[in-house]
């Protein structure tokens, strides 16, 4: 593990995006039963290839509920002194309900660790519609302005646990496997250009929202500059973030289902749309018309974590499919597995020989995989988004 | 004018008299009267030639040749030859000098100092050949959101709220800019709309009217209300895909339309409404708009006229304040805005203006992007960008700057045959372009007129597709204010910040 860089990059590296190569794995239990963090971690670092030690993370949901009302907020933060201005700023603006360190397994003979906090917090009044928003606006404000300081997560009942190293080590730094959830999303990083940086590993989170990520967005400044317009505040120097931002603008602001927001991010191409009826071809159009700038472009494949408010796994790749994702589902049908490559569910069945899958299959490029909690899959990926004219009554006429 | 005035000539016109059949086909060719004949051989007037190329094509004999003209001034850096030709032919007549085409100050372009993006390793490029890549685009005003009847998951079972607002679509983001009936020749606006059509993009009326039989190409053309109201009735206003007040032009900021009375033919006359052979010179402003509020009543009386079926936008040039006028025009209802910067072009144009006045596009896109997004305004309309588009390199990045759709005229005219000699406000065009007179007019081929354009559009959005492939982009939206793929080479690193551009090696 690097033990530096904790909630920013050297300042040589501050205006280099990052590009790097990535694995990501995630599933979700449907019946919301929680399971330890250890099979997440075996998903992850099977996928070794994927990563080069230089960034790893993982976001549980569930994982607090006996908080499961606050915001909990965990923190990244370089000394003292930015814990105290975190604190102090927190108390102003609503209630510290809990404030405690998170659990880490401390390494030996290293004297500059960083300060991994975790703070439930409430806002003045409770069930104010209002209070997502000013948590949005309280993470923009720490991350921007309070220095050496950085907030991994602030969603309700889940948590974000990143570093800097490779995804065992992250893993054991922060005792994943200690950790009971219904869902579970991780991510392994090979970065190209920078020394890599806790604050810049995956997940990345905004509220409930958790995104990993694998790929580069090639239309990230287009994406940027839509959601500058919102008072979004794009600080990290790296795609996933304008993701996370995205899904935040499109379902929690704008208030779009989920489905329809994937197809703002990765919409048909016209000529499906064209074969659509009338009043889907206006959907389609203007989804595509409004949200153009909300597109994203480039190779991607993400699995996002998100709950407004029933908790949802969503896997989705760009429209080309440059960047692999495998989508499995148990036999019990009561968890479904999402991942970079399929050796992440064979490693499964290698200790529990019982253990085996109902069906594994790669997601159409550019359409979604939506589970849902209570609910399961909603989309499998594989359907033709496009529902066709009847052709052969076309060719009768 | 006295012979110790007389400017020298520019151009030097070579017959070669051993090729010369003397079958007169110069006399005949040549607009500007240069050629006659002494009777035993054909003789030219150097100082009458603008170089346009006509007779040298048309000779059977391929014996003439243009060349520059080798006498020359003494030679002075501050006081060229341009501003000493200047200074005698304001002093020969007394007059404000006219110009056409665009400014021909070499002025350093910004576009040439800007640099693509392309992907290497960790981003594969897509290969416009064996993958799709799109490029239309939607005109017109956006929802800033869409709101939906159920909260389902299942696409099939949503429905839209919002109410959908009048956009047409475009094949490519290209549209050519507004050249009038009167500037522009009958068959060269029949070749326009007819490229127009078939490509699915959109061309402009100019202020010129509308000759009805240009009506059927209504669903691509964008018809122009500038301050003359030249030809402005209810069928001009509804025979068309979107209406666009003209406040002003990029060539000559501040200053309304000129046409020549010598090029208000018949033809003309009927189309704009005014009499035959009189100046159409149309008012500096619109005498109906003094402010923001007046334009804001524009917008909805045009609409209101249209029955809200059709985009309303408005063209305005370049100027110090583009960015905050332009956020008041959105804000005063306009579905579009058309920004068309100094080097935009013009049929006739005092040269003071012409040459002095107004900003270059990609600093005036950049900030009007930039403050439209302050204001969150930006991605409500349509942004057309123009002002010296002249091939699909400055199309790319100006989009990428900020642009949704680049608006071009002069490679229009070029392609249909115009050697930019610069003399469209004569009326003598050659090529059969910027005339009205019968016989030059119908030197213009419109069917052939009409393939060339239709080419050169078809190759600046296949090579669009190209640079959209090796960035890894699959679709223009994503290009769109993408300044991240651009990059500086120029002298001046303010230029690249007002940009928001990184200089190259960053």
Same mark, same amino acid.
């Given at each position: 593990?690097?033990?530096?860089? &904790?909630?920013?990059?050297?300042?040589?590296?501050?205006?280099?995006?990052?590009?790097?190569?990535?694995?990501?794995?995630?599933?979700?239990?449907?019946?919301?039963?929680?399971?330890?963090?250890?099979?997440?971690?075996?998903?992850?670092?099977?996928?070794?290839?994927?990563?080069?030690?230089?960034?790893?993370?993982?976001?549980? &949901?569930?994982?607090?509920?006996?908080?499961?009302? &606050?915001?909990?907020?965990?923190?990244?933060?370089?000394?003292?002194?930015?814990?105290?201005?975190?604190?102090?700023?927190?108390? +102003? +603006?609503?209630?510290?309900?809990?404030?405690?360190?998170?659990?880490?397994?401390?390494?030996?003979?290293?004297?500059?660790?960083?300060?991994?906090?975790?703070?439930?917090?409430?806002?003045?009044?409770?069930?104010?519609?209002?209070?997502?928003?000013?948590?949005?606006?309280?993470?923009?404000?720490?991350?921007?302005?309070?220095?050496?300081?950085?907030?991994?997560?602030?969603?309700?009942?889940?948590?974000?646990?990143?570093?800097?190293?490779?995804?065992?080590?992250?893993?054991?730094?922060?005792?994943?496997?200690?950790?009971?959830?219904?869902?579970?999303?991780?991510?392994?990083?090979?970065?190209?250009?920078?020394?890599?940086?806790?604050?810049?590993?995956?997940?990345?989170?905004?509220?409930?929202?958790?995104?990993?990520?694998?790929?580069?967005?090639?239309s990230?400044?287009t994406?940027?500059?839509?959601?500058?317009?919102?008072? &979004?505040?794009?600080?990290?120097?790296?795609?996933?973030?304008?993701?996370?931002?995205?899904?935040?603008?499109?379902?929690?602001?704008?208030?779009?289902?989920?489905?329809?927001?994937?197809?703002?991010?990765?919409p048909?191409l016209f000529e499906?749309i064209e074969?659509?009826?009338?009043?889907?071809?206006?959907?389609f159009k203007s989804i595509r018309a409004t949200y153009r700038s909300?597109m994203?472009n480039?190779?991607?494949?993400?699995?996002?974590?998100?709950?407004?408010?029933?908790?949802?796994?969503?896997?989705?790749?760009?429209?080309?499919?440059?960047?692999?994702?495998?989508?499995?589902?148990?036999?019990?049908?009561?968890?479904?597995?999402?991942?970079?490559?399929?050796?992440?569910?064979?490693?499964?069945?290698?200790?529990?020989?019982?253990?085996?899958? +109902?069906?594994?299959?790669?997601?159409?490029?550019?359409?979604?995989?939506?589970?849902?909690?209570?609910?399961?899959?909603?989309?499998?990926?594989?359907?033709?988004?496009?529902?066709?004219?009847?052709?052969?009554?076309?060719?009768?006429? | 004018?006295?012979?110790?005035?007389?400017?020298? *000539?520019?151009?030097?016109?070579?017959?070669?008299?051993?090729? !010369?059949?003397?079958?007169?086909?110069?006399?005949?060719?040549?607009?500007?009267?240069?050629?006659?004949? %002494?009777?035993?051989?054909?003789?030219?007037?150097?100082?009458?030639?603008?170089?346009?190329?006509? !007779?040298?094509?048309?000779?059977?004999?391929?014996?003439?040749?243009?060349?520059?003209?080798?006498?020359?001034?003494?030679?002075?850096?501050?006081?060229?030859?341009?501003?000493?030709?200047?200074?005698?032919?304001?002093?020969?007549?007394?007059?404000?000098?006219?110009?056409?085409?665009?400014?021909?100050?070499?002025?350093?372009?910004?576009?040439?100092?800007?640099?693509?993006?392309?992907?290497?390793?960790?981003?594969?490029?897509?290969?416009?050949?064996?993958?799709i890549i799109e490029t239309k685009i939607f005109f017109g005003r956006k929802?800033?959101?869409?709101?939906?009847?159920?909260?389902?998951?299942?696409?099939?079972?949503?429905?839209?709220?919002?109410? %959908?607002s009048v956009n047409f679509e475009i094949e490519m983001p290209i549209m050519i800019?507004?050249?009038?009936?009167?500037?522009?020749?009958?068959?060269?606006?029949?070749?326009?709309?007819?490229?127009a059509?078939?490509l699915n993009i959109v061309a402009g009326?100019?202020?010129?009217?509308?000759?009805?039989?240009?009506?059927?190409?209504?669903p691509n053309?964008i018809?122009?209300?500038?301050?003359?109201?030249?030809?402005?009735?209810?069928?001009?206003? %509804?025979?068309?895909v979107a209406?666009?007040?003209?406040?002003?032009?990029?060539?000559?900021?501040?200053?309304?339309?000129?046409?020549?009375?010598?090029?208000?033919? *018949?033809?003309? *006359?009927?189309?704009?409404?005014?009499?035959?052979?009189?100046?159409?010179?149309?008012?500096?402003?619109?005498?109906?708009?003094?402010?923001?509020?007046?334009?804001?009543?524009?917008?909805?009386?045009?609409?209101?006229?249209?029955?809200?079926?059709?985009p309303?936008g408005?063209?305005?040039?370049?100027?110090?304040?583009?960015?905050?006028?332009?956020?008041?025009?959105?804000?005063?209802?306009?579905d579009f805005l058309t920004?068309?910067?100094?080097?935009?072009?013009?049929?006739?144009?005092?040269?003071?203006?012409?040459?002095?006045?107004?900003?270059?596009?990609?600093?005036?896109i950049?900030?009007?992007d930039? *403050?439209?997004?302050?204001?969150?305004?930006r991605e409500q309309i349509t942004l057309i960008a123009g002002?010296?588009i002249?091939?699909s390199?400055?199309l790319i990045?100006v989009i990428a700057l900020g642009a949704d759709v680049a608006m071009c005229?002069?490679?229009?005219?070029?392609?249909?045959? !115009?050697?930019?000699?610069?003399?469209?406000?004569?009326?003598?065009?050659?090529?059969?372009?910027?005339?009205?007179?019968?016989?030059?007019?119908?030197?213009?081929?419109?069917?052939?007129?009409? %393939?060339?354009?239709?080419?050169?559009f078809?190759?600046w959005n296949?090579?669009l597709k190209?640079?959209l492939?090796?960035?890894?982009i699959d679709s223009v939206e994503s290009l769109r204010s993408n300044?991240?793929?651009?990059?500086?080479?120029?002298?001046?690193?303010?230029?690249?910040?007002?940009?928001?551009?990184?200089?190259?090696?960053?």
């Amino acid at each position: 593990m690097r033990w530096e860089n &904790y909630t920013s990059l050297p300042e040589k590296f501050r205006n280099q995006r990052v590009f790097d190569g990535c694995g990501i794995s995630g599933f979700i239990n449907i019946d919301g039963s929680r399971v330890s963090g250890k099979k997440v971690i075996e998903m992850l670092c099977i996928l070794r290839e994927r990563e080069n030690g230089l960034g790893a993370g993982y976001a549980a &949901y569930g994982i607090y509920s006996k908080y499961k009302d &606050y915001y909990a907020f965990h923190f990244l933060l370089d000394d003292e002194i930015a814990k105290t201005q975190v604190l102090e700023y927190l108390e +102003k +603006k609503g209630n510290i309900i809990q404030s405690e360190p998170i659990p880490t397994k401390k390494p030996v003979n290293i004297d500059n660790l960083p300060i991994i906090w975790r703070v439930f917090f409430e806002l003045g009044s409770i069930n104010n519609p209002n209070n997502d928003e000013k948590i949005v606006k309280i993470v923009m404000d720490i991350n921007t302005n309070i220095k050496n300081a950085f907030v991994m997560s602030s969603g309700k009942d889940m948590g974000v646990f990143k570093g800097n190293g490779w995804s065992n080590e992250i893993a054991d730094f922060y005792k994943i496997s200690e950790y009971k959830a219904y869902m579970w999303l991780a991510h392994s990083r090979f970065p190209t250009n920078t020394p890599g940086w806790w604050a810049g590993a995956h997940p990345f989170n905004l509220l409930n929202c958790s995104v990993v990520h694998n790929g580069e967005i090639t239309s990230y400044g287009t994406n940027r500059r839509y959601l500058e317009s919102f008072g &979004y505040k794009c600080t990290l120097s790296t795609d996933t973030e304008v993701i996370a931002y995205l899904i935040d603008l499109l379902c929690r602001k704008h208030n779009i289902p989920m489905s329809i927001a994937t197809i703002a991010l990765a919409p048909p191409l016209f000529e499906e749309i064209e074969k659509l009826d009338k009043k889907s071809q206006i959907l389609f159009k203007s989804i595509r018309a409004t949200y153009r700038s909300a597109m994203l472009n480039g190779p991607f494949s993400i699995v996002v974590g998100y709950s407004n408010p029933v908790p949802t796994m969503i896997g989705l790749s760009d429209r080309k499919k440059l960047r692999p994702l495998v989508v499995g589902i148990s036999e019990d049908e009561n968890t479904i597995y999402m991942s970079s490559e399929e050796s992440s569910f064979r490693r499964l069945m290698i200790n529990d020989h019982d253990f085996n899958f +109902k069906d594994i299959w790669h997601p159409r490029s550019g359409n979604a995989v939506i589970a849902e909690l209570g609910n399961g899959l909603i989309k499998n990926g594989l359907e033709i988004t496009v529902k066709k004219n009847n052709l052969l009554q076309e060719e009768a006429c | 004018m006295a012979l110790t005035h007389e400017i020298i *000539s520019h151009f030097q016109v070579n017959v070669n008299r051993e090729d !010369c059949k003397k079958c007169k086909s110069c006399i005949k060719n040549c607009s500007f009267g240069v050629f006659s004949f %002494n009777g035993k051989q054909i003789v030219a007037e150097h100082h009458k030639c603008v170089a346009c190329q006509r !007779c040298v094509i048309m000779c059977p004999g391929k014996a003439i040749h243009i060349s520059q003209s080798e006498s020359c001034l003494p030679p002075h850096g501050n006081y060229t030859e341009k501003i000493r030709n200047i200074i005698w032919a304001q002093s020969g007549t007394g007059g404000v000098l006219i110009s056409a085409t665009g400014n021909d100050r070499p002025i350093r372009s910004i576009f040439d100092d800007l640099l693509l993006d392309s992907c290497q390793v960790t981003n594969p490029s897509i290969d416009p050949i064996r993958e799709i890549i799109e490029t239309k685009i939607f005109f017109g005003r956006k929802p800033k959101k869409l709101d939906f009847t159920t909260a389902s998951n299942d696409v099939n079972e949503v429905s839209l709220k919002t109410n %959908n607002s009048v956009n047409f679509e475009i094949e490519m983001p290209i549209m050519i800019g507004h050249m009038s009936l009167g500037s522009i020749s009958y068959n060269a606006c029949q070749a326009i709309y007819q490229a127009a059509k078939e490509l699915n993009i959109v061309a402009g009326s100019g202020e010129g009217g509308l000759h009805p039989d240009f009506y059927e190409y209504a669903p691509n053309i964008i018809t122009e209300v500038a301050s003359g109201r030249f030809g402005v009735d209810l069928n001009y206003l %509804n025979n068309a895909v979107a209406i666009e007040i003209k406040i002003g032009q990029g060539a000559k900021p501040g200053h309304g339309g000129h046409l020549p009375g010598e090029k208000v033919s *018949s033809l003309i *006359s009927q189309t704009r409404m005014i009499p035959e052979g009189s100046d159409a010179l149309s008012p500096y402003p619109h005498h109906d708009i003094y402010s923001i509020e007046d334009l804001a009543q524009l917008i909805a009386a045009l609409k209101e006229a249209t029955r809200y079926k059709i985009p309303v936008g408005v063209k305005i040039a370049a100027v110090h304040n583009s960015a905050p006028i332009a956020v008041g025009i959105v804000r005063s209802g306009a579905d579009f805005l058309t920004l068309d910067g100094f080097r935009g072009g013009t049929g006739a144009a005092p040269r003071i203006i012409r040459d002095h006045a107004g900003i270059p596009i990609e600093l005036a896109i950049a900030a009007v992007d930039k *403050s439209l997004r302050e204001e969150n305004l930006r991605e409500q309309i349509t942004l057309i960008a123009g002002g010296s588009i002249r091939y699909s390199a400055d199309l790319i990045k100006v989009i990428a700057l900020g642009a949704d759709v680049a608006m071009c005229c002069m490679p229009v005219l070029i392609a249909m045959g !115009c050697r930019v000699c610069q003399q469209c406000f004569r009326g003598l065009c050659p090529w059969g372009i910027a005339t009205q007179d019968e016989i030059l007019v119908k030197r213009l081929d419109i069917t052939i007129a009409k %393939n060339r354009i239709i080419n050169l559009f078809h190759s600046w959005n296949e090579e669009l597709k190209d640079v959209l492939g090796a960035m890894g982009i699959d679709s223009v939206e994503s290009l769109r204010s993408n300044r991240d793929r651009l990059r500086y080479i120029g002298p001046n690193p303010r230029i690249a910040e007002i940009l928001e551009v990184k200089h190259a090696g960053e």
